[in-house]
């Protein structure tokens, strides 16, 4: 596992997320494992940061964790959903996709 996998799952909010947000964690972990071509930083509503891969650097913040049950729910349309509604923001969005 990568030293990025690791301290997702050690986001201390993570335990406090209800079953459907844990279990798109997870997910989401699993598949930000094998980012290549760049690096995502996440900023969670915590404040943690979170990085993901290697290269240039794009940004997201998560403004709340109702992206996650979205994203479990939904997926890629939970992910567009959770943007309109506000739950994130990039500076840069096509940089992001």
Do not use: N
């Amino acid at each position: 596992m990568t030293t990025a996998g690791r301290a997702l799952r050690q986001a201390p909010r993570a335990s406090a997320l209800p079953l459907v947000e844990r279990v798109a964690v997870g997910f989401l972990e699993r598949a930000l494992e094998c980012l290549e071509g760049g690096t995502l930083e996440v900023t969670l509503p915590d404040g943690s940061i979170r990085r993901f891969g290697s290269g240039a650097v794009v940004a997201m913040t998560v403004h709340s964790d109702a992206i996650f049950r979205r994203l479990a729910l939904r997926g890629k349309v939970g992910f567009g959903e959770s943007y309109t509604a506000g739950d994130w923001d990039a500076p840069d969005l096509a940089a992001l996709f």
